[in-house]
Nanobody, 131 residues
């Protein structure tokens, strides 16, 4: 069984920073894609960022480009989301998602942003940004 656990959420003021961590554990596992999604109250879940196994491919939500950075450590089966210059609109529950299945490289970037293409999800961590 695979467990996905997020940590690092919290409350910060506008302009502050947080670093989210996603740790994957359980059976021997290789996460082909690791991604972050978020859901604000009353809104649908949205894609935030994703990274491929080799880290050669990364994808970001337009509104977080230049502020958020996704990275991963394959030896630790862990992904990180460094969030800088946070804004109140970033307030949400952030979920880590992992895809184990390999994707045709031609479709990789497109699939990164699609929640239904991921195999395992964490329980989420709350990020609150106050003005």
């Amino acid at each position: 069984q695979v467990q996905v656990v997020e940590s690092g959420g919290g409350s910060v003021q506008t302009g502050g920073s947080l670093r989210l961590t996603c740790a994957v554990s359980g059976r021997t596992f290789s996460a082909y894609i690791m991604g972050w999604f978020r859901q604000a109250p009353g809104k649908e879940r949205e894609f935030v960022a994703a990274i491929s196994w080799s880290a050669n491919h990364r994808k970001y939500l337009d509104s977080v480009k230049g502020r958020f950075t996704i990275s991963r450590d394959n030896d630790k089966n862990t992904a990180y989301l460094q969030m800088n210059s946070l804004k109140p609109d970033d307030t949400a529950v952030y979920f880590c998602a992992v895809r184990e299945r390999v994707i045709n490289p031609a479709h990789l970037v497109a699939y990164m942003g699609l929640g239904h293409e991921y195999d395992y999800w964490g329980q989420g961590t709350q990020v609150t940004v106050s003005s």
